[in-house]
């Protein structure tokens, strides 16, 4: 909650909303004038706002009073490779309705980050789509903002707000479905940090495929350790030791993938006629220059942004959309899965 210079505690949208029975979003709009309020609401609103004390700011004002044709968008990692899809994505929807962008990179700083969003509402946006660095979930940027937020890749750990991320549990389900298709029956799984939410939602959706096909994993739960090759290529001579019969190998990166396949042939195992591989990312600078090329589930990042900001509009337009939006991922069969004879 807000504080004045003295410490005492301001009074906020959120409040004057409980008051009068409304919606934020209603509050804001009959405090700003506009047309679609009822009368006796914005009676109502006004009412609980002079009892709490309530003045909306003149940022806020010039927003409800309204639209720029513009939107604000920030990410935690403009360099990053599940970034950058993501923006593209967002710019073809935004540009496809003659919307302007102002792009900032906070760089996982969240002092940088609220210095960004105060400087995008000075410029009077009418959205903003955030954009994480990583898959859990993040808090919300504040309590109330007079305009709709999005929040993508990353979800609001707030579930009122709008967020969209990749359905991680469906996309297990269809790494470990495409294995079982190649007829692979014995079947590990080599997950990265278990702090992430996603390398646990992907193994849920494997676990579940597999059960589904009267299967269980080798060892009857998921190795997790770190998203890199070091890791792959450690846990693959682990469960080859353990393991001498798995035929089929899922991974929770491409990056821990190829750390596989190179342990698997240093090991003089044939991929896939012996062992099948499969990945997650479709990261093609890894995928592609794998031996073989990696099999591996896309997360359909572009198809997420150019979502986040279908969504934004329809918030813009004062549509509720909030709650926890799923964008489903696909799977890309390269050299590295294969029938067997």
């Not at 990583?134 to 504040?142: D, G, H, I, K, V």
């Not at 991320?165 to 079947?187: P, Y």
């Not at 813009?316 to 696909?330: A, F, K, M, N, Y």
């Amino acid at each position: 909650m807000a504080k004045t210079k003295t410490g005492s505690t301001a009074p906020t949208l959120g409040q004057v909303a409980e008051l009068a029975g409304v919606s934020m979003a209603t509050a804001s709009k009959a405090l700003n004038g506009r047309a679609e309020v009822a009368a006796r609401t914005r009676q109502r609103v006004f009412d609980a706002a002079a009892k709490v004390g309530f003045t909306p700011n003149a940022i806020a004002q010039s927003l409800m009073a309204g639209r720029t044709g513009t939107v604000g968008l920030i990410t935690g990692d403009l360099e990053g490779r599940f970034s950058i899809p993501i923006l593209m994505g967002a710019e073809d929807a935004f540009g496809a309705g003659s919307t302007s962008i102002f792009l900032c990179d906070a760089r996982g700083d969240s002092i940088r980050e609220r210095h960004h969003v105060r400087a995008l509402l000075s410029r009077r946006i009418d959205g903003l789509i955030v954009v994480g660095y990583e898959t859990n979930p993040r808090p919300p940027l504040a309590d109330t903002l007079p305009v709709p937020v999005v929040y993508a890749y990353a979800p609001s750990s707030e579930p009122g707000d709008i967020s969209v991320a990749s359905d991680n549990i469906e996309a297990g389900r269809m790494a470990a479905d495409h294995l079982i298709s190649c007829g692979r029956t014995r079947i590990a799984y080599i997950a990265g940090d278990v702090s992430y939410s996603a390398a646990r939602d992907r193994v849920t959706g494997a676990t579940e495929a597999l059960h589904a096909a009267g299967l269980s994993l080798l060892g009857g739960e998921a190795m997790y350790g770190a998203w890199s090759e070091h890791w792959g290529r450690g846990a693959a001579r682990g469960i080859l030791a353990r393991y001498p019969e798995v035929d089929g190998i899922l991974c929770g990166s491409d990056q821990i993938a190829r750390g596989v396949i190179d342990a698997l042939r240093d090991e003089g195992k044939d991929v896939p006629a012996e062992i099948a591989v499969m990945g997650h990312d479709n990261w093609e600078p890894i995928a592609t220059q794998s031996r073989p090329p990696l099999s591996t589930i896309d997360m359909n990042l572009k198809e997420l942004g150019r979502v986040a900001a279908q969504l934004l509009f329809r918030a813009i337009e004062g549509e509720d959309v909030s709650g926890l939006h799923e964008v489903p991922c696909r799977v890309v069969p390269r050299d590295s899965t294969a029938l067997t004879l």
